[in-house]
């Protein structure tokens, strides 16, 4: 039998939290050591709480989480996840698993903080009929650390069936994050679903098709992705780890950055691989479709690996 979010809907009682801080420390002879303890420490579950009691989870690498400005992902907001083109949509929805993935081990890790009651519980909508693969695979979201048991699956008949869907688990209290995959977020379907995550600490993480530049949203953070090529295999052979070029195209509070991100499945946490120092404009795909800042830099510097390969790494 399948779990159900309960009707009857209750708070459950505040627990302390506790900090997984990542500063990386300074001081002679102690930058590559430090930089390694810094990782470890953003890569332990946990919550961080800033002022104005904001909790956040990081990301698991200290480059991440800094860049936000709440140290972590912020909870009880809305974030939206596009990817660069169509292409590039399996790559997001990837990049969305392990934001999911992050969000539940902070819960977890936490004892409840920041997760809106039971942590570690998940809901996933999807619009039936809209064209898109359909319901995300189990075993591929096992791999981050989303398990089949903590998930809730909705299928829903319309987009705005979903809309609603969404709204209630956000309010209900008992999901760590709710995740949505829809066409597009108007303004008013985001401060309606903002509200919603504000009132019940869960936290909406919109997998969504490619912002207008300058769309406004309610958004705490937008990012956009781009598939890379995977790490290097074990000894040098096969496929190593899964790689997005992540661009943060708009964040409250903080300015936009680009980084080569992979996922490290053993942590199960984000790790940067390298940082993208420059935000190129022009388009660079056969097709003439726009490619996101990250993934034009990384192709700039390693020539060999042309979006023509890198989106089906």
């Not at 995977?230 to 997005?244: C, D, E, H, K, V």
Request: glycine share 14%; charged share 15%; proline share 8%.
């Amino acid at each position: 039998m399948k779990p159900a979010v309960p009707s009857t809907l209750s708070r459950l009682p505040g627990r302390a939290v506790e900090s997984a801080g990542g500063a990386v420390e300074t001081g002679a002879g102690t930058g590559a050591r430090a930089l390694r303890l810094a990782r470890l420490r953003a890569a332990l579950p946990g919550a961080s709480v800033r002022p104005g009691g904001i909790v956040a989870h990081g990301l698991g690498d200290p480059a991440l989480d800094q860049a936000l400005p709440w140290g972590g992902l912020a909870t009880g907001a809305v974030h939206e996840v596009a990817g660069i083109s169509a292409a590039d949509r399996t790559a997001a929805g990837g990049f969305t698993a392990a934001l999911a993935a992050r969000l539940v081990a902070g819960a977890s890790a936490g004892s409840g903080a920041g997760s809106g009651g039971l942590p570690g519980r998940v809901m996933w909508c999807v619009v039936g009929g809209s064209g898109q693969p359909g319901l995300p695979y189990g075993p591929g979201l096992a791999a981050f650390g989303l398990l089949p048991r903590s998930l809730f699956m909705v299928d829903a008949r319309s987009r705005a069936d979903a809309l609603w869907a969404m709204e209630q688990g956000l309010r209900a209290r008992q999901l760590t994050a709710v995740v949505g995959e829809i066409d597009r977020l108007d303004l008013v379907e985001g401060r309606r679903l903002a509200l919603a995550a504000e009132a019940g600490g869960a936290t909406a993480l919109i997998l969504r098709a490619a912002a207008p530049v300058g769309e406004p949203s309610a958004a705490w953070t937008r990012w956009q992705i781009g598939a890379a090529p995977a790490g290097p295999g074990p000894y040098g052979q096969g496929l190593g780890s899964q790689r997005w070029a992540v661009s943060l195209a708009r964040c409250r509070g903080g300015p936009p950055r680009d980084w080569l991100v992979e996922w490290q499945d053993e942590a199960h946490c984000l790790a940067v691989v390298a940082p993208v120092a420059d935000r190129l404009l022009a388009p660079l795909t056969d097709d003439g479709a726009a490619a996101s800042p990250a993934a034009l830099s990384f192709i700039q510097h390693h020539p060999q690996h042309h979006p023509q390969h890198a989106r089906y790494a």
